[in-house]
């Protein structure tokens, strides 16, 4: 029986299960590496799958392909510096602590695909939207902000994720706690990238 595991700590994300029907098992905010035994009862029957999903095609028992994420992530979630001698020290712009809180929140999420596994319709928009979010927030993150969430928009689309119906179920499946806050962000600067197009 195969299935994945890196840091064992909650932060790689590749630990990702279906426990009794629910990404990373029965506890809030933590990842599958992060639930204790302790959990169940002794005697307990334990259902476990993979994540399912059209976008994560199982390899092989317990393992899916989430390479999807990580193409949604080449489409934009990266910034472009000018390393030619011009460059602003990141800590010498001064940025509101509600935006670089907001930001770093954002950029907790581990990629792990439980928001995936909980949607009914297998959408990937709040991994989407804290990638997008995680820059949106910070000027370093402005200057290519039209083009990146269109990208990861349309390469969302194109990996053959589905819609989000506002169910709410990834933010309470999610481990580290990302926030539906940043997919009304996204909403708000796909509308304004749009509308820019
Ligand atoms: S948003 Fe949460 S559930 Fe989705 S990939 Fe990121 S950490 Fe995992
Ligand atoms: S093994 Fe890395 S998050 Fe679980």
Redesign the pocket.
């Known amino acids: 029986m195969v299935f994945d595991h890196d840091c064992r700590e909650g932060i790689c ?1 590749s630990c ?1 299960l279906q426990i009794n029907g629910e ?1 990373h098992g029965p506890d809030r905010l933590i990842t599958t590496c992060q639930l204790h035994m302790r959990k169940f009862n002794d005697g307990d029957t334990i259902v476990i799958e993979p994540f399912r999903a059209k976008a994560f095609p199982v390899i092989k028992d317990l393992v899916v392909d989430r390479s999807a ?1 990580d193409r949604i992530q080449q489409a934009g979630g990266f910034i472009s510096v000018n390393t030619s001698g011009n460059t602003i020290d990141a800590n010498a712009i001064p940025i509101p602590k509600s935006d670089a809180d907001n930001a770093f929140s954002a950029a ?9 596994a ?1 949607c009914k319709n297998a959408s ?1 928009m ?2 989407t ?2 990638k997008v979010s995680q820059y949106a927030l910070l000027p370093q993150g402005r200057v290519e902000a039209t083009q990146r969430v269109l990208n990861m928009v349309a390469q969302m689309d194109q990996e053959g994720f589905g819609n989000c119906t506002n169910t709410g179920a ?1 933010e309470i ?6 926030s539906l806050e940043n997919i009304a962000r996204l909403n708000r600067e796909l509308l304004s990238a749009q509308l820019k197009g």
């Open positions: 994300g990702s990404p994420f907790a999420c581990i990629g792990c695909g439980a928001c995936v909980a990937a709040l991994f939207s804290a990834c499946e999610c481990p580290k706690g990302i």
